[in-house]
Every structure is written in structure tokens, then in C-alpha cells.
């Protein structure tokens, strides 16, 4: 699986816009990029997932560039509930792969304040 | 549709001890995969299992074993207790032929080893 780096953590404000950039240079290439979040004491929850170019959700958008060596994470308007780490995994874990078993680094801690 | 469950909430352990966990997968999910969460770590995939066999097995050592039963629900065990296996345990499930790019994850035991 390719290795992801990603910030430790990373501050903001509620109703702004937050970007977290995730780099995995040496992606392969059937290799999705996925999203997970978790809360304090719960599981970590599918946000979002992306091969190429750009995917939105009711949730976030994902954005990939042409060489797909990095992908970021774009949360809309976020609100104090949104304070959670966020996981970017690398692998073949598109349709049909999202089974097998998951490789997560250690997140970026999202802190939103009022 | 109740989601992923997991039993028990809370479990504190000794040294040298053994513990079984237990995984109630997502209704019409038929794979389940376990992972230890150290504090401020991320998750670390120990085992899945599918068809009431073990598919995949991550780094860790044969004192982890587990098993699934005919209705898809799961048991985690582990022997000899170290001080080093507290952790958060999660549970995950997802229906493996239906091509599924995600896993749904239970709320976890918190397993403390004295």
C-alpha cells in the first residue's frame, strides 16, 4: 500500500472552509484514495473516495490532480461537530477491494473553535 | 437496521489473562475485520474473516486468534494478556461480494490490561 503523509494537526474556525492534504507519492495505479473520520471513542466512518479529478458528497469534496501523487480533503462551512481526526488510506480498495483489510496512519487532528 | 455492534463496552483485564470479544456485523454483511487502536494512534488491521475462515491476517502475533460463526458474527480472543494490548478494539463489516469501497465500523471495546 503507498505510504500517505498528512498534517499532525490543524486549527480552524466555524462556517470556514477546511483543506487537508494528504501525500502519497508513490501511488500505484489501481489505487483509490479514501477518506475515513473519526469521533472520540467511536469507529472510524467512510467519508468520501476518489480516483481521479474531483468528487463531491453530501458530505465533502475530494480533489486529485492529474499525477495523483497528493489528493485533498475540502470540508464546506464546518461546524464545532466536525472536530475529529481525519485518515487518508491509499490502496486497491475501490469497488470490490474496499474489503480487504485497511492500512491507517495516524490522521490529522482537526480542532474546530467557535 | 442496526448497525455494527460490539460486546462489551468496557473491559479491564490482568496480566496473563485471556478475553473474548464479540462483533454483530451491519445486517447483509458477510465479512468482518478486527483492529487494535492504541490512544492517539490509528487503527492497525489484525484479522478478517469471511465464510467462517481467516482471509487475511496483519502483523500480528498467534496469541490474537479469532472465529465467525454461521450468522456472520465474529469473536476476537487473546491470550496471555499483555499490558501493551490495551487498546481500543473495532469491529468492521462489508457485504464482499457486493464490491463494497467501504467498511462500516462498530463503536469498539476498550480492553484495559492491570
Known amino acids: 500500500l503507498a505510504k500517505t503523509t498528512q498534517p499532525i494537526s490543524m486549527d480552524s474556525y466555524e462556517g470556514q472552509e477546511v483543506n487537508i492534504t494528504c501525500s502519497h507519492n508513490?501511488?500505484?495505479?489501481?489505487?483509490?484514495i479514501t477518506w475515513y473520520q473519526q469521533f472520540p471513542s467511536q469507529g472510524p466512518r467512510f467519508i468520501i473516495q476518489g480516483y481521479k479529478t474531483k468528487v463531491t458528497n453530501e458530505v465533502a469534496s475530494l480533489f486529485i490532480p492529474a499525477d495523483r501523487k497528493s489528493s485533498t480533503l475540502s470540508l464546506p462551512r464546518v461546524s464545532l461537530s466536525d472536530t475529529a481526526v481525519y485518515y487518508c488510506l491509499v490502496g486497491d480498495m475501490g469497488p470490490g477491494g474496499g474489503a480487504d483489510g485497511l492500512t491507517f496512519g495516524k490522521g490529522t487532528h482537526l480542532i474546530i473553535q467557535p | 437496521d442496526a448497525g455494527v455492534t460490539q460486546s462489551p463496552t468496557h473491559l479491564i483485564k490482568t496480566r496473563g489473562q485471556q478475553v473474548t470479544l464479540r462483533c454483530s456485523p451491519k445486517?447483509?454483511?458477510?465479512?468482518v475485520s478486527w483492529y487494535q487502536q492504541a490512544l492517539g494512534q490509528g487503527p492497525q488491521f489484525i484479522f478478517q474473516?469471511?465464510?467462517?475462515?481467516?482471509?487475511q491476517r496483519g502483523n500480528f502475533p498467534d496469541r490474537f486468534s479469532g472465529h465467525q460463526f454461521p450468522n456472520y458474527s465474529s469473536e476476537l480472543n487473546v491470550n496471555a494478556l499483555l499490558l501493551g494490548d490495551s487498546a481500543l478494539y473495532l469491529c468492521?463489516?462489508?457485504?464482499?461480494?457486493?464490491?463494497?469501497?467501504?467498511?462500516?465500523f462498530g463503536p469498539g471495546t476498550r480492553l484495559t490490561v492491570t
Open positions: 468492521a463489516s462489508s457485504p464482499r461480494l457486493a464490491g463494497s469501497y467501504e467498511q462500516y
Open positions: 508513490n501511488i500505484a495505479t489501481n489505487d483509490y
Open positions: 445486517s447483509g454483511h458477510d465479512t
Open positions: 474473516y469471511y465464510e467462517e475462515e481467516e482471509r
